[in-house]
């Protein structure tokens, strides 16, 4: 059990274009799901919580408008990249937290999208 | 003084040995801790977690936790090449308005054939 996944695997799209990528945790219910970014050779960056049917908590410095995350289900919590720019070139995490262990806290992780901007 | 913090390494180890990883954390009120291993270029997989001081065994991983001195440790026994990655410590941190999960950055490990 706690399997997340990730979609897309990887994109590269133009600069000013709006890319959306999809977490789902597929055997287990997430009330709550995590954005990470991580730059090459960087440890992970928490971007926002996302909790089911709440507006997500962004981490300072994250801009909201630019990063659009829904969760509008127990399984299912995405996030938008809106007019994306060549500095937001990175690998995007999802987590979700529960899983087979039962405790909330324990965070599973997607495959990862890498995105390139070009 | 960081949250989390490990040594960057990069640690090596030859094949069939031990390898120590270790990770200190600041939030004394701390009960949550977790060891996740990352390959390059790809996202972090859970190894173990550990909740009570003393030792927890999961096949060759033994996670070590011990509150009072505030470390949590990682050992592998029986080193094979195929272990060779970043090990990331993760600690569940009261950050003034919510429990967040908090990671080192990361130990380097290399295992040598």
């Known amino acids: 059990g706690a399997v997340v996944s990730q979609h897309p695997s990887r994109v590269i799209c133009k600069s000013g274009t709006s890319v959306k990528i999809e977490c789902r945790s597929l055997?287990?219910?997430?009330?709550?799901m995590f954005w990470y970014r991580q730059f090459p050779k960087q440890s992970l960056m928490l971007m926002a919580t996302?909790?089911?049917?709440?507006?997500?908590?962004?981490e300072q410095g994250v801009e909201k408008d630019k990063f659009l995350i829904n969760h509008a289900s127990l399984t299912l919590s995405t996030l938008t990249v809106t007019s994306a720019h060549p500095e937001d070139s990175s690998f995007y995490i999802c987590s979700a937290g529960g899983g087979a262990s039962g405790n909330q806290e324990t965070q599973y992780f997607g495959p990862g999208t890498r995105l390139l901007v070009l | 003084q960081k949250e989390v913090e490990q040594n960057s390494g990069p640690l090596s180890v030859p094949e069939g040995a031990i390898a120590s990883l270790n990770c200190t954390y600041s939030?004394?009120?701390?009960?949550?801790f977790f060891w996740y291993r990352q390959y390059s270029g790809k996202s972090p997989e859970l190894i173990m977690f550990?909740?009570?001081?003393g030792d927890k065994e999961d096949g060759r991983f033994t996670a070590q936790l011990n509150k009072a001195s505030q470390y949590v440790s990682l050992l592998i026994r029986d080193s094979q090449p195929s272990d060779s990655a970043t090990y990331l410590c993760?600690?569940?941190?009261?950050?003034?308005?919510?429990?967040?999960?908090?990671f080192g950055s990361g130990t380097q490990l290399t295992v040598l054939p």
């Open positions: 550990i909740y009570s001081n």
């Open positions: 993760a600690v569940i941190i009261w950050d003034g308005s919510a429990r967040q999960l908090t």
């Open positions: 939030d004394r009120g701390s009960q949550s």
């Open positions: 996302s909790n089911e049917g709440s507006k997500a908590t962004y």
């Open positions: 055997d287990f219910q997430a009330t709550t």
